[in-house]
T-cell receptor, first 111, second 114 residues
Framework: DQQVKQNSPSLSVQEGRISILNCDYT??????FLWYKKYPAEGPTFLIS?????DKNEDGRFTVFLNKSAKHLSLHIVPSQPGDSAVYFC??????????FGTGTSLTVIP | DGGITQSPKYLFRKEGQNVTLSCEQN?????MYWYRQDPGQGLRLIYY???????QKGDIAEGYSVSREKKESFPLTVTSAQKNPTAFYLC?????????????FGPGTRLTVT
């Protein structure tokens, strides 16, 4: 049973516009959420995280929003750049001992 | 420089053979993890270890075994009992319970069993 879901397998965005990647979860005990970026044949790299005590975290062009009542988080990338083209995974954790990953969204930024 | 090493990058084996995937880290992290990724699926946890000489099954541990004799090393053995061993395997490490407790991943090993 998938506890973390990314319902959009792919997303295409024009360079310079906003990319919005979405993620839903079912377990209300999750208290930490992360986004990872992955290029083909490489391991994921950490991008940004948010604790359940916050509803927004910003790092440069990347902002993560958390809506606990809806069990939903999103990643905004503004402005999108061609180098952002990758697969993005959201992940959730409770206590930090075990992480649950979504299925990923493949983002293509068109120059 | 610190990081996680997985070797080899590509591995080919005949069906019925056990194979061991290597994972080494010099980040001084206590926790280590093994995931597999299949096309169109997220990362699924196979095993994790929070401390030396201790490890826990993840969601898909059947057909796999691990050991954690040293802090730096967490090898994964894919046994002949694993029904669909062909996949991309990722090793990760983290500092458990410390925020931001994101995981650091190795480059992965693609295992093909024919």
């Amino acid at each position: 049973d998938q506890q973390v879901k990314q319902n959009s397998p792919s997303l295409s965005v024009q360079e310079g516009r906003i990319s919005i990647l979405n993620c839903d979860y079912t377990n209300s005990m999750f208290d930490y959420f992360l986004w990872y970026k992955k290029y083909p044949a490489e391991g994921p790299t950490f991008l940004i995280s948010i604790s359940s005590i916050k509803d927004k975290n910003e790092d440069g062009r990347f902002t993560v929003f958390l809506n606990k009542s809806a069990k939903h988080l999103s990643l905004h990338i503004v402005p999108s750049q061609p180098g952002d083209s990758a697969v993005y995974f959201c992940a959730a954790s409770n206590t930090g001992n075990q992480f649950y990953f979504g299925t990923g969204t493949s983002l293509t930024v068109i120059p | 420089d610190g990081g996680i090493t997985q070797s080899p990058k590509y591995l080919f084996r005949k069906e019925g053979q056990n194979v061991t995937l290597s994972c080494e880290q010099n980040l001084n992290h206590d926790a280590m993890y093994w995931y597999r990724q299949d096309p169109g699926q997220g990362l699924r946890l196979i095993y994790y270890s929070q401390i030396v000489n201790d490890f826990q099954k993840g969601d898909i541990a059947e057909g796999y075994s691990v050991s954690r004799e040293k802090k730096e090393s967490f090898p994964l053995t894919v046994t002949s009992a694993q029904k669909n061993p062909t996949a991309f395997y990722l090793c990760a490490s983290s500092i458990p319970g410390r925020a931001p407790h994101e995981q650091y991943f190795g480059p992965g090993t693609r295992l093909t069993v024919t």
